[in-house]
């Protein structure tokens, strides 16, 4: 099963690629904000996926999906775990940074769901009632000055949550949705300090 891929861009499509890896061209199928990642890129250019592999009996042809981290990939397995939701549909609907869409799912935000798109009233209640209390690691995914995903580093940011709920006596579900909250407001924290304070000033509003 392919897993990663790195090499050059042989073509580039509204919702696809072709990458060139060791002399065999690979056609990958590319959500919306994944695509935008690449639109810098031109042919010859070096690009590095990872990829859910997709084939079934009623799909017996492989589809590749790319994704720029691992965790958008991890994000994604979720994401088609939703009744209603397959690979191919999910693809199509994350015309939004999966960051956003982590946060929406988390704080009950119904009406960005239904942004996504294909994604009407009823599956984005869903979407809410299946993943709500599992995307905050998700919802950390930012984004750096050329508009690429980065992730987040976990081990502060559990650090905090343990602190607000086993010292500071915060629900688990309040806690995580101030941390969110926080790290969404300033995307410039890398610290449990920095964390921290941002929270205190969030509540303090």
Known sequence: MIGYLEGRLMKKEHDRILLLVNQVGYEIL???VVMETLSQK?????VSLYIYYYQTD???KPVLIGFNLEAEKEFFQYFISVEAI????AVKALNISVGDIA???????VKT??????????????IVASLQGKMNKFALIRHD???GPTQVDDDFIQMVMDVLVSQLGYKTTDARQMIADAMKKNLAITTAEQLFDEIYRGQRQ
Do not use: F, N
């Open 30 to 32: 590319v959500p919306v």
């Open 42 to 46: 031109a042919t010859g250019d070096e």
């Open 58 to 60: 009623r799909q017996p």
């Open 86 to 89: 397959g690979p191919l549909k």
């Open 103 to 109: 946060h929406a799912i988390e704080s009950g935000d």
């Open 113 to 126: 769901l239904k942004q996504l798109s294909g994604i009407g009233d009823r599956t984005a209640h869903k």
């Open 145 to 147: 000055k050329e508009g």
